[in-house]
């Protein structure tokens, strides 16, 4: 089976802009969860969404949203953009339940000048 | 709110000895625990997990004990190599929520 894949891999952004970041998860997963990795601070805990809706949420600003579609495939996106997202997002996927087994993506490079 | 603590934040051994990390919770419903590494530029990869039903669990070089009663889990790495270095994370599983520690960068000296 193909792993998590993440698209893409590196992205450059001014202050202001917006970015829109793609997971691709496991064949026959349905959840999908979003993270953001600085240094220092872990991994925090964006957002799980599955089967096309949003089952968890994690304490960051309206700015941060996703969506998933039919196919499980998901996306996050970051509106106006502030220095401070610069960051790796990790997408993970599972098959249902946050007992099951999780599988990271290698991640999105996000830095914002 | 729930929270995992992992330590030790920074572990330093010389090649051939053991590692030991350990992290504890605070969510009595957790009841499923994976390990993670990660390597520079890359995800976390899992390495080894535990279920609450089970006390110890073992993956050649690297084992995993828990206690439920206490709320402790750990991870056990043997004969420790330099591709070991990387950070480990611990995490907490149940109900809806996967909860994290905050890593253990390890490096392993030659």
């Known amino acids: 089976k193909a792993g998590v894949t993440q698209t893409p891999r590196y992205l450059i952004k001014t202050r202001g802009q917006q970015v829109t970041l793609s997971c691709s998860p496991i064949?026959?997963?349905?959840?999908v969860s979003w993270y953001q990795q600085t240094p220092g601070q872990g991994l925090q805990f964006l957002f799980e969404y599955f089967s096309e809706t949003q089952r968890n949420k994690g304490n960051f600003p309206g700015r941060f949203s996703g969506r998933q579609f039919s196919n499980s495939r998901s996306e996050m996106n970051v509106s106006t953009l502030e220095l401070g997202d610069s960051a790796l997002y990790l997408c993970?996927?599972?098959?249902?339940?946050?007992?099951?087994?999780?599988?990271f993506g290698p991640g999105t490079r996000l830095t914002v000048l | 709110g729930e929270n995992v603590e992992q330590h030790p934040s920074t572990l330093s051994v010389q090649e051939g000895d053991s590692a030991v990390i350990k992290c504890t919770y605070s969510d009595s419903a957790s009841n499923y625990f994976p390990w993670y590494k990660q390597e520079l530029g890359k995800g976390p990869q899992l390495i080894i997990d535990?279920?609450?039903?089970?006390g110890e669990k073992k993956d050649q070089r690297i084992a995993v004990t828990l206690n439920k009663t206490a709320k402790h889990f750990s991870l056990h790495i043997t004969e420790t190599q330099p591709e070991d270095s990387a950070v480990y994370f611990c995490a907490a599983c149940g109900g809806f929520k996967t909860i994290f520690g905050a890593g253990t960068r390890l490096f392993v000296k030659a």
């Open positions: 535990i279920r609450s039903n089970v």
């Open positions: 993970a996927s599972r098959t249902d339940r946050p007992t099951d087994t999780q599988y």
């Open positions: 064949s026959g997963h349905r959840s």
